[in-house]
């Protein structure tokens, strides 16, 4: 019954037997120990639980385990290189884009695909590309801020 | 004012890096091992019923359970301000979602499974759903025994009745002050009950091991808290509080929620009977709408007296609160409101009843406004009214009744430092009040609306704060609080105090969330009064570490104690500027004398804040004579929405809110408060709203059904003004202000609907249909009467 997958995470190769009605946020967080994708609803209304997939954020929380079989996987703790944070992590955290923090590392890994796709967003653009990220905290105005300071910053830099 | 190097800078959060990064934990991410057990709960179905049998044996036969836990083991009463609760139902079951018992199991899908396998017969009993029914003669009591439970002295509740505490405010004299007045107004407004929504579900984890040691990890705004009625619910155990240990873990969202104890205590009961092994209880997100603390509904009627120039002569204030099954918590919000329901108001008479009622729905509790923004909405809406009817400008007529410093307040005391009528000046003026803009679509109708507010902390007249600070070799620092990161900011702002009595900078201290064995006591994290409270206990330890460092520079080095300093993390002297030495010299290991001694050693402080001021002993017929409120943080905030004609639509081009908070510590974390409280302020008048059948039941506990904002329902701009006029009892001059944020988002959207379209709505929320159909009847009648 039990189907071994192969996939990267963060960057590293990882083999694991799954189940076939295995979640995939539930195989993350008890079966290899990454708790950065978190559990705000389990039916995907949230965006807590969301993970890179071969670049696209999706809802780990409504995804089987097998589906990532031979795709690349990147949680929050990937994002960095060398040791520093993402441009977009090191902004969230100057601009106080996040008070809790619960729904911040899905919301920066949604950010993150939305700058790959549309490296200059307008606001409208941004506010859509975050919808599906729920924070009770922040009212999202930080949130939107930094994504369009990191844009910014990013399209002076070429 | 002094110079701040610290305070009043925007400092980056201390907590932020480890959350940005992933590596927070919140309780759920903690590890207990292969040994954790799971446990799931057996609820009750109906509002009411009589629970005659449990039977547990068609779980107890699947492989892998381990226990199957009723009432029986746990026939104890509990509660925070009153004993009205049970840690699972006993006799009866009294709101649908209601603990009945629980099955503990080896993995979660165990668990679920054998609590769908308990039997439970019920006798199904009629419920009592609104506070009317409940107040009606001959209502069926939902607590046959209130006369007999336990509760706090500044509660009165009525045996043989609904009605669970019942709080009385009458100031000057009201009948007279309505004789005087030329005109009373009188309407009625009605509120929902809400969910706070936080992202991160409840969830908790109870450890009895072997020694009997009760350790509870667990999502929390009150470690010391539920210490205490942990301690106290499950006293006839044997358990004290020296055998409790509550650890708490970085939190996902409070806002009131997690304050007190609610599930927490089915984990701290359940793990008393698997001894050694540790049970984790984790809201689904269902569960976490209906069973934990709700915002409590409210029906508000109100009477206000008037001279023609505007002048309020009386106000009369009925607050009928649907405070659920259980008030142990709930009817200190339905206090605190009463104590205050005049808004910042200066109104010589006052008449007001606050009246907690129970009901067979989900318990009420603490919500950030603390009943603040319940009886705001109706107020400010009749406010609003009166002065159209009088022909007066809405936000003179306010100007004109505002409370200043020293006025009478309604309980008898005088107004603390008030900044009021400066933020409504600044309001107006940002909001260009008075200048009526016109959509250029036709179908659009703009209008403004504008409301004061304010709130204190509600809290117990002895509720004290306390904090351990201790240096390190490098001259770092930890401090030590038990005070609660919620998401506000909390242990930045408690670095930025320390840092500025030491000369440290905040980047070099930690503060971290507690564990009620290792940190000093705090009562709770709620009420806005912690950056007051809390920090005024960490600048006291702060200055406490001063002294030690001073004397031991001043006892070692044979200098004057008064000429010395601290800046840099140097010791410095003002008689003698090239003496400079390092903190990091001696903070741990002391200052070394010619003969090899050692002078000084660790340094390690200790603050403790209690307001020894406050009072909550008072005529309990008039509330005239204690001082229950520390504090009033007051406000003001005004709105600009476009509206369209037909559908009901609302675009918000622009929000302001000016609040006098004291000094402001830190900017940037101030406004992160601004704009998150007044989103969840103003979803909660646009279309949130808990939905119940006429069963009982939670017709949207899912976040597809209750609709919390998302990045799409931002407004174009959201303006905040800070007016600082300090706190003289406040660290470095700051007041509360955390839940005024959202306290006035009601009334400034009702308002503003009312100048836009000219229909009043008078029941929360006002989505866009209730509009579009207020708009219809308004037309109907129009016709009607050409
Ligand atoms: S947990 Fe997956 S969307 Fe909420
Ligand atoms: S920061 Fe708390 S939910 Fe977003």
Redesign the interface.
């Known amino acids: 019954m039990k189907k071994t997958i192969h996939f990267t995470l963060n960057g590293q190769k990882r083999s694991i037997d799954v189940a076939p009605t295995e979640i995939l946020l539930e195989m993350l ?1 008890e079966r290899l ?1 990454v ?2 994708p ?6 995907g ?2 965006g ?1 639980c969301s993970v890179l997939v071969n670049g696209r954020t999706l809802r780990s929380c409504l995804m089987l385990a097998v589906e990532i079989d031979g795709a690349a996987v990147t ?3 990937g994002l ?1 290189k060398d040791g520093e ?1 993402s441009p977009l ?1 090191k902004t ?5 884009a ?8 899905g919301m ?1 890994l949604s950010a993150t695909e939305l700058l790959a796709r549309n490296p200059e967003p307008t606001r409208d653009e ?3 590309g ?15 801020d930094a994504v369009l300071e990191v844009s910014r910053k990013s399209g002076e830099g070429k | 004012m002094a110079d701040h190097k610290y305070i009043g800078k ?1 400092a ?2 201390v ?8 590596a ?3 309780v ?2 903690l ?1 207990f091992g292969p040994g954790l057990l799971y446990a799931a709960i057996v609820e009750s179905p109906h509002a009411y019923a009589r629970i005659k049998k449990i039977d547990p044996s068609a779980a107890l036969k699947l492989e892998g359970v381990v226990k199957v836990v009723t009432g029986k083991e746990f026939p104890y009463r509990f509660g925070l301000y009153m004993h009205d609760r049970y840690v699972f139902a006993q006799d009866h079951a009294r709101f649908v979602g209601e603990q009945v018992a629980a099955v503990i199991a080896r993995t979660p899908e165990l668990a679920k499974k054998a609590a769908k396998l308990v039997k439970v017969d019920y006798e199904v009993l009629k419920p009592v759903l609104d506070v009317e029914t409940a107040l009606r003669d001959g209502a069926p009591l939902i607590h046959p025994e209130l006369g007999k439970y336990q509760h706090v002295p500044w509660f009165f509740p009525e045996k043989d009745t609904n009605i669970a505490h019942f709080r009385k405010v009458r100031k000057g004299e009201p009948l007279k002050g309505f004789e005087d007045a030329d005109e009373v107004f009188e309407d009625t407004y009605t509120v929902p009950r809400y969910a ?6 409840h969830g908790a984890v109870g450890l009895f091991d072997h020694s009997r040691r009760l350790t509870v990890w667990a999502a929390s705004q009150s470690p010391h808290t539920q210490r205490h009625l942990f301690a106290e619910a499950l006293a006839p155990l044997g358990i004290t509080h020296n055998d409790v240990r509550v650890i708490a873990p ?6 009131g929620g997690k304050a007190g104890v609610s599930m927490e205590i089915l984990a701290a009961s359940l793990a008393t009977t698997v001894q050694g092994s540790p049970v984790k209880v984790l809201w ?2 269902a569960q976490e709408f209906y069973n934990t603390y709700q915002r409590q509904g409210v029906v508000a009627k109100m009477r206000l007296g008037v001279k023609k120039d505007g002048t309020i002569t009386a106000l009369e204030q009925k607050l009928y609160w649907d405070a659920g099954a259980y008030v142990e918590y709930g009817a200190n919000v339905v206090n605190a409101a009463g104590l205050s329901a005049t808004g910042p108001y200066n109104i010589p008479n006052v008449h007001i009843d606050s009246v907690c009622v129970y009901t067979n729905l989900p318990p009420g509790g603490p919500y950030r406004g603390f009943g603040y923004s319940e009886f705001l909405f109706g107020l400010e809406s009749l406010f609003n009214e009166v002065a159209k009817k009088l022909g007066l400008d809405p936000v003179e007529f306010r100007r004109k009744n505002a409370i200043r410093e020293g006025d009478i307040l309604n309980y008898g005391g005088k107004m603390n430092p008030s900044g009021l009528h400066e933020c409504i000046e600044k309001v107006a003026r940002e909001i260009d009040w008075g200048k009526k803009r016109v959509s250029s679509d036709p179908k659009k109708a703009i209008g403004k609306g504008f409301s004061l507010f304010w709130k204190a902390p509600a809290m117990p007249p002895n509720a004290a704060s306390t904090a351990f600070l201790k240096f390190n070799e490098d001259a770092s620092i930890n401090i030590l609080v038990s005070a609660m990161e ?4 909390f242990l930045t702002v408690m670095a930025q105090i320390a840092a500025e009595v030491l000369g440290v900078p905040p980047t070099k201290i930690r503060v971290e969330t507690p564990d009620t064995d290792r940190n000093p006591y705090e009562w709770q994290t709620v009420a806005s009064h912690i950056t007051w409270s809390t920090g005024n206990a960490v600048k006291n330890a702060a200055l406490d570490a001063r002294e030690q460092i001073l004397k031991t520079v001043s006892r070692a080095l044979d200098r004057k104690v008064e000429s010395l300093y601290v800046e840099d993390e140097k010791v410095k002297s003002r008689e003698d500027a090239a003496f400079a030495l390092p903190l990091r010299d001696f903070v741990i290991n002391g200052i070394m004398m010619k003969d090899g001694t050692f002078r000084g050693g660790p340094v390690v402080g200790r603050g403790m804040f209690m307001p020894e001021f406050a009072s909550a002993l008072s005529d309990p017929k008039t509330s005239q004579g204690g001082k229950p409120n520390v504090h009033y943080t007051v406000g003001a905030s005004a709105i600009e929405i476009e509206v369209d004609r037909e559908t009901g639509k609302i675009r918000i081009p622009k929000v302001v809110l000016g609040v006098d908070c004291g000094k402001v510590l830190n900017p ?2 101030l ?2 408060q ?7 302020g103003l979803a909660t008048v646009l279309y949130e709203e808990m939905r119940f059948d006429d069963k009982g039941r939670l017709l949207n506990a ?3 059904d209750y609709k ?5 329902d ?1 407004p174009d701009e ?1 303006v905040p003004i800070f007016v600082e006029h300090e706190q003289p009892d406040g660290p470095f001059g700051a007041r509360g202000v955390g839940e005024h944020t959202m306290i006035p988002a009601a009334p400034i959207i009702a308002n503003a609907i009312e100048d836009a379209l000219g229909v009043r709505i008078k029941s929360m929320p006002i989505t866009a249909e209730k509009i579009a159909l207020a708009l219809k009847e308004a037309a109907a009648l129009r016709k009607e009467e050409k």
């Open positions: 967080r120990g708790k950065s978190k559990c705000g609803c389990d039916r209304d949230c807590t949680t929050i703790e960095g944070m992590q969230f955290h100057e601009r106080n996040f008070q809790c923090g619960f729904c911040a590392p920066i941004v506010k859509e975050l919808a599906g990220n729920l924070c009770r905290c922040t009212g999202y105005t930080p949130i939107i | 925007s980056v959060r907590d932020g890096k480890v959350k940005i990064t992933g927070a934990q919140y759920d991410d590890e706070h929504c936080s992202i991160e579900t970085f939190v996902g969202g409070g806002f689904s997100r919620i998401g506000q900011g940037e974390l406004k992160g601004v704009t998150g409280g007044m989103l969840q899912n976040f597809t919390i904002p998302t990045a799409m931002v959201i």
